[in-house]
């Protein structure tokens, strides 16, 4: 017969691999380097029961924390949720131009519904005040998908109007310079932008053109 691991092994493994990135939410898939599936989802299952996980959503979990003001709960950060479903259901995710925008810095509006375009026919999640909602979309509209660029092209697309305004337009520019001199992702984005300039529209493939061209280590802080 094989042998079966202790639960309450599993059950201390899985908690470490939580306590290491205490503010992602994790689906069971996370885990099966861990043990079978039945065991990690019934450990999971526990897990919530006893209040040491909450529940998100079908499959998503994560470490529940009070807010020291308030004593209330913390929201799920909603990138790390979509991160989880991407995972989840093997779906590619492109996220709207206002989301990404307000990531970035270039808007301090916050959405109350995120919609996501997805591969997959999902339902919609709930995050306290804000949802989101996940639209179907052919492949075509996903290019973006994963890729490091991804914001930077949704949140130009959202604030196009505002670019024509020489004010807003020198504001975006600044922003997007500093965040291309980042010097954790600040290559990244900026090879992944090159690397798919043909794909955004020709007003865009200008206005990037312009910023791509600078060195990043002269953006002002």
């Not at 092994?9 to 069971?28: F, G, H, N, Q, Y």
């Not at 206005?207 to 280590?217: K, S, T, Y």
């Amino acid at each position: 017969m094989p042998i079966v691991e202790p639960d309450s092994d599993l059950r201390s493994r899985l908690l470490a691999r939580i306590e290491s990135k205490p503010d992602e939410v994790w689906t069971p898939g996370d885990f099966a380097d861990l043990g079978a599936r039945a065991a990690v989802d019934k450990t999971l299952q526990r897990l919530a029961a006893a209040g040491e996980l909450r529940r998100i959503d079908r499959g998503l979990y994560d470490r529940p924390r009070t807010n020291n003001l308030t004593g209330r709960a913390t929201v799920p950060d909603y990138r790390a949720v979509i991160r989880a479903v991407t995972r989840r259901d093997r779906a590619r995710a492109v996220i709207d131009g206002m989301t990404a925008a307000n990531d970035l810095g270039l808007t301090t509006a916050v959405p109350a519904r995120i919609e996501v375009l997805v591969d997959a026919r999902l339902k919609p999640i709930k995050l306290g005040t804000q949802e989101i909602h996940f639209k179907y979309a052919a492949p075509s509209r996903l290019y973006w998908a994963d890729r490091p660029g991804m914001r930077v092209v949704q949140a130009l697309h959202w604030m196009q109007d505002m670019l024509t305004q020489k004010g807003e337009r020198k504001r975006i520019q600044a922003t997007l310079r500093r965040l291309f001199a980042d010097p954790k992702h600040g290559e990244a984005i900026r090879e992944d932008l090159r690397a798919g300039l043909s794909a955004v529209p020709i007003w865009m493939q200008e206005f990037l053109r312009e910023i791509l061209r600078a060195d990043p280590h002269e953006a002002k802080p």
